[in-house]
Nanobody, 119 residues
Framework: QVHVAESGGGLVQAGGSLRLSCTVSEATSIISDMRWFRQAPGEERKFVATIAEGGSTKYDRSVEGRFTISRDNDKDTVYLLMNNLQPEDTAVYYC?????????????WGRGTQVTVSS
């Protein structure tokens, strides 16, 4: 059974940095896209960043230039380096991975890690 686990959240002051990690275990096939989403209180879950197997990346406009997504394919791990954090970045951050199957792709989610930015 594939397991996705995030870590690295916490409380930080505005202007500070955090690095989130997400490790996938028991993946028996290729992990294609690895993504980060976030959900603030009372809001829908929103896309933050994605990285393809080959390393190409995309970001939501709200984090571009401040957040950097990267991955280590040998460790089945994706990272999110968050710099210059602001109170509006406060949310639960979720990792989402896409694993290729024979005829379809499968989506897996982690349980999330809380990021709180104080002003």
């Amino acid at each position: 059974q594939v397991h996705v686990a995030e870590s690295g959240g916490g409380l930080v002051q505005a202007g500070g940095s955090l690095r989130l990690s997400c490790t996938v275990s028991e993946a028996t096939s290729i992990i294609s896209d690895m993504r980060w989403f976030r959900q603030a209180p009372g809001e829908e879950r929103k896309f933050v960043a994605t990285i393809a197997e080959g390393g190409s990346t995309k970001y939501d406009r709200s984090v571009e230039g401040r957040f950097t997504i990267s991955r280590d394919n040998d460790k089945d791990t994706v990272y999110l380096l968050m710099n210059n954090l602001q109170p509006e970045d406060t949310a639960v951050y979720y990792c989402n991975v896409v694993i290729s199957g024979l005829n379809t792709d499968y989506n897996y989610w982690g349980r999330g890690t809380q990021v709180t930015v104080s002003s």
